[in-house]
């Protein structure tokens, strides 16, 4: 597709359960981004794939929080036993050069409301 | 740690030029300016980045001070669809993690 598409657009979870959002990056983009934006904040770094290696995945907040890209294209960003804490909107971003050198393109992000 | 500093609302008149300041007095040599801009209930869009010349795009103009601490950048004729928080984000051009903050809250009025 022409852009980064990401779903489910929203997701009401209730507390304890599993939720799995996916990211479809622009296709041949190598870099792949997470970032989680609580309300009325800006988005915060999550973890960062090289294709479908996870260079870095120093901003998840805790061990419940897992993501894979194992074709180096998909993702998915997985939270287990879902809290409160983790209502936010979940934005994936894409990049043409390892690094994001000329900036990101953002989906619209997965708005997730644990209940 | 942040590494910008602006100022958390700004309001402009529709079809005047739109300035929106950013201090980063604690750049280093290798880092990048960046801006990106957030409209409600979307992802951020990249506007513009630049190292030490001003830049122009058909966004926006960046314009950054010679000792670098400071940047602004200018959306020439504003319009309504400009309404969004813009980003000011500083780092090193081949760095892996974008470090948003939180944004001037730009409303155009018509």
């Known amino acids: 597709g022409a852009g980064v598409s990401q779903s489910p657009r929203y997701k009401v979870a209730k507390r304890g359960q599993d939720v799995a959002l996916r990211c479809d990056p622009i296709s041949g983009h190598v870099s792949l981004f997470w970032y989680q934006q609580a309300l009325g904040q800006g988005p915060e770094f999550l973890t960062y794939?090289?294709?479908?290696?996870?260079?870095?995945k120093s901003g998840l907040p805790s061990d419940r929080f897992f993501a894979e890209r194992p074709e180096g294209s998909v993702s998915t960003l997985k939270i287990q036993r879902t809290q409160q804490e983790d209502s936010a909107v979940y934005l994936c971003a894409s990049s043409s050069q390892g690094g994001g050198a000329y900036g990101y393109t953002f989906g619209s992000g997965t708005r997730l409301t644990v209940v | 740690d942040a590494k910008t500093t602006q100022p958390t609302s700004m309001d402009c008149a529709e079809g005047r030029a739109a300035n929106l300041p950013c201090n980063h007095s604690?750049?280093?040599?290798?880092?990048?300016v960046y801006w990106y801009r957030q409209i409600h209930s979307q992802g951020p869009q990249y506007i513009i980045h630049?190292?030490?010349n001003n830049e122009t795009n058909e966004m926006a103009s960046l314009i950054i001070t010679e000792d670098r601490k400071s940047s602004t950048l200018i959306l020439p004729h504003a319009t309504l669809r400009d309404t969004a928080v813009y980003y000011c984000?500083?780092?090193?051009?081949?760095?892996?993690?974008?470090?948003f903050g939180a944004g001037t809250r730009l409303t155009v009025k018509p």
């Open positions: 630049g190292l030490k």
């Open positions: 604690t750049i280093s040599g290798n880092e990048y």
């Open positions: 794939f090289q294709n479908e290696a996870q260079l870095d």
């Open positions: 984000i500083v780092r090193p051009r081949r760095n892996n993690d974008m470090r």
